[in-house]
C-alpha cells in the first residue's frame, strides 16, 4: 500500500487546498498540508502538522458552532460508512497575513483513504473557496428583493435605500455604508443606519467641495474616490477629527449620477482600519452604485410624472375637460376623474361602458352620437360633435367632444377621446343672442320715435307755429282770430297726441 511519502507526493500536485488526518477521533490529527493551502492561508507546515485538526482551526468568535460541527460530523461519517463526504457552502474564514479577517465560504470535500484490510488509514480533506460566488448570488438575491421592494406603492426612498444599506453589510459585515443625497450642493443623510448618529448629524448639510471628505468630493469632482487613511489625507484634513472620533478610518465614495450628468447621492463605504478596497470591494461599489443610479433615477421619474400627472388633473378641472378610453373589444371604459365630475358621478358607483354612457346622452341626441361613433369605426377617421348630456341630478349640460381610433393589423382595438364642458359657453352665447335680440327691439323703437318726431310732431308743429305768426299780425280781424284759434286747438290736440304716443314707445 502507499506509504505517507508517496501520499504527500501525489497530494502536493492537487489545485485544490488539502489537508490530511488521522482517524484518531476526535482529534484527527494533521498529519499533512498541501502547498495550496499553505498560500491560501500564507502560513507554515509546521503550524499544523502534529496538531489535532480543531487545534490548528480554532472556533472563531463570531461562529455560533456551526462549522466545527459540520467538520467534525464530515469526519465522523467517513470513519463510520467509509464513503466521500460533501459540504456545499461552509462558513469559515481562513486568515492569512495579506489578508483582513472577513467571512469567506468554502466547498468542503471529505474522503478516506484505506489500508489493505479495508480500515480507513487516513482522511483527506479539500477545500475550494467559493466566496465570490456565494456573495455574487446573495447579492443578486438583495438585488432582487430591492427592486420588488421599489415597486411597491407607498415605500419611501429612505425605506428602500436603508433596505439596501443593511443587506450589503450582511454580506460584508466589516463594511459600514452609507447613501447621502445631493441637492442644492449640499449633503443630507439619506440611509446611514450603521454610522453612528452624532457623526451623520455633523456632516449634515455639508457643502461639497474638492476637499471635503471622500463624499462631499466625489460628489464635487464626479468621481470615484477612494481614501485609505483618513487620518492623513488632504481631502479629509478639515474633517479627519470627525471621522476619527468615532474611529472611521477609511472611506470610499462613488458618486450616483443620472442620465442628465446631475448627482443625485452618494454611495461610500466606511472601515474601522486604514483600508484599500480589494477587487472583490470595487466590484461591490460598481455594482452598487449602478442599481442605486436605476432606482433613484426611477424615483426622480416617478416623482415628475406624478407631478405632471396632478397638474393634468389640476388642469382638467380647472377647465371643465375630461378624458375617456374605450377597449372596443371588451367593452371596458375608462374615465378621467375630472369627466366623473362634468357628468355629476361617483366613479365608485359609476360604471362605464359604452351603454351607460349613451344612456346618460339628451334623448335627441342619442342616435346622433351613435351615427357619429359608428362612422368612426366603420371610416376610421377622427371625429369632432358636440352633445347634451343629463346629470342625475336633472341639469343639463353641453359637451363638445373628439374620437380617435386605435387600430391593430387594421382591426379597431381602441377609441380615445376627451370632452369639454361648454356649458357655460353655451350660456353665453344664449345670453349674448338675448342681449343682441334686447338691443334690437330698441333700436326699433327708437326707429319709430324718430318717424314719429319727423311725421308726428312736425307736421301740427309747423301749423301751430304759422297760427302764431298769423295771430301776431296786426291786420288780422277778430273772425279771423277766431277761426285762427279753433285751428291752434286742433293741432295743440293733435300734437299732444303724437307725443303721448312718443312717451308710451319709450316705456315699452
Given at each position: 500500500m502507499l506509504n505517507l511519502d508517496d501520499i504527500e507526493y501525489i497530494f502536493n500536485s492537487l489545485p485544490t487546498a488539502s489537508i490530511i488526518v488521522e482517524p484518531d477521533a476526535p482529534y484527527f490529527t494533521v498529519v499533512a498540508v498541501n502547498r495550496t493551502f499553505l498560500e491560501i492561508v500564507n502560513a507554515e507546515r509546521e503550524d499544523f502538522v502534529g496538531k489535532g485538526f480543531f487545534e490548528g482551526f480554532p472556533v472563531k468568535p463570531d461562529d455560533d458552532g456551526h462549522a466545527r460541527a459540520s467538520i467534525k460530523g464530515a469526519f465522523e461519517e467517513v470513519l463510520a460508512h467509509k464513503h466521500r463526504h460533501h459540504i456545499k457552502e461552509h462558513r469559515y474564514d481562513l486568515e492569512s497575513g495579506t489578508q483582513e479577517s472577513h467571512l469567506r465560504y468554502w466547498k468542503v470535500d471529505t474522503y478516506p483513504l484505506l489500508d489493505d484490510d479495508g480500515s480507513v488509514k487516513y482522511i483527506i480533506q479539500s477545500s475550494e473557496e467559493i466566496t465570490l460566488n456565494k456573495r455574487s448570488n446573495d447579492f443578486a438575491l438583495l438585488e432582487k428583493e430591492v427592486l420588488a421592494l421599489n415597486a411597491k406603492p407607498g415605500v419611501s426612498t429612505a425605506f428602500v435605500l436603508t433596505y439596501y444599506v443593511n443587506g450589503i453589510e450582511a454580506l460584508f459585515p466589516q463594511m459600514k455604508c452609507s447613501i447621502m443625497q445631493v441637492k442644492n450642493n449640499r449633503l443630507y443623510g439619506w440611509a446611514t443606519p450603521s454610522l453612528p448618529a452624532a457623526y451623520s448629524q455633523q456632516i449634515e448639510g455639508l457643502e461639497i467641495g474638492e476637499n471635503v471628505g471622500s463624499c462631499g468630493t466625489s460628489a464635487f469632482l464626479q468621481r470615484n474616490i477612494i481614501v485609505s487613511d483618513i487620518e492623513n489625507d488632504t481631502r479629509w484634513a478639515s474633517f479627519a477629527h470627525v471621522a476619527l472620533q468615532y474611529n472611521l478610518r477609511a472611506c470610499w465614495s462613488q458618486p450616483i449620477i443620472n442620465s442628465e450628468g446631475v448627482v443625485m447621492a452618494t454611495f461610500a463605504i466606511y472601515y474601522h482600519q486604514v483600508k484599500e478596497p480589494n477587487a472583490d470591494e470595487l466590484s461591490i461599489i460598481e455594482r452598487a452604485s449602478s442599481l442605486l443610479q436605476v432606482l433613484l433615477e426611477n424615483r426622480q421619474y416617478a416623482e415628475l410624472l406624478n407631478d405632471a400627472t396632478l397638474l393634468m388633473t389640476q388642469g382638467q378641472e380647472l377647465a371643465h375637460f375630461g378624458t375617456w378610453s374605450w377597449d372596443i373589444q371588451n367593452n371596458v371604459v375608462k374615465w378621467s376623474d375630472s369627466l366623473f365630475s362634468i357628468y355629476g358621478l361617483n366613479k365608485d358607483e359609476f360604471k362605464a361602458t359604452f351603454e351607460g354612457y349613451q344612456e346618460l346622452l339628451h334623448p335627441d341626441d342619442r342616435k346622433f352620437v351613435y351615427d357619429k361613433i359608428q362612422n368612426v369605426l366603420r371610416t376610421h377617421q377622427d371625429t369632432e360633435f358636440e352633445e347634451r348630456i343629463i346629470r342625475p341630478d336633472g341639469e343639463l349640460r353641453y359637451l363638445k367632444s373628439w374620437g380617435k381610433l386605435k387600430l391593430e393589423n387594421g382591426l379597431p382595438v381602441k377609441m380615445i377621446g376627451a370632452c369639454l364642458d361648454i356649458t357655460q359657453v353655451?350660456?353665453?352665447?344664449?345670453?349674448?343672442?338675448?342681449?343682441?335680440?334686447?338691443?334690437?327691439?330698441?333700436?326699433?323703437?327708437?326707429?319709430?320715435?324718430?318717424?314719429?318726431?319727423?311725421?308726428?310732431?312736425?307736421?301740427?308743429?309747423?301749423r301751430i307755429m304759422g297760427i302764431v305768426e298769423l295771430l301776431s299780425d296786426s291786420d288780422t280781424d277778430a273772425p279771423a282770430e277766431e277761426k285762427l284759434l279753433a285751428y291752434l286747438d286742433v293741432s295743440a290736440k293733435e300734437l299732444d297726441k303724437a307725443i303721448k304716443q312718443i312717451i308710451s314707445k319709450i316705456r315699452k
Open positions: 353655451m350660456q353665453d352665447i344664449q345670453e349674448r343672442t338675448n342681449y343682441i335680440h334686447t338691443i334690437e327691439q330698441q333700436n326699433h323703437q327708437l326707429r319709430d320715435i324718430a318717424w314719429a318726431q319727423t311725421h308726428l310732431v312736425r307736421a301740427p308743429l309747423a
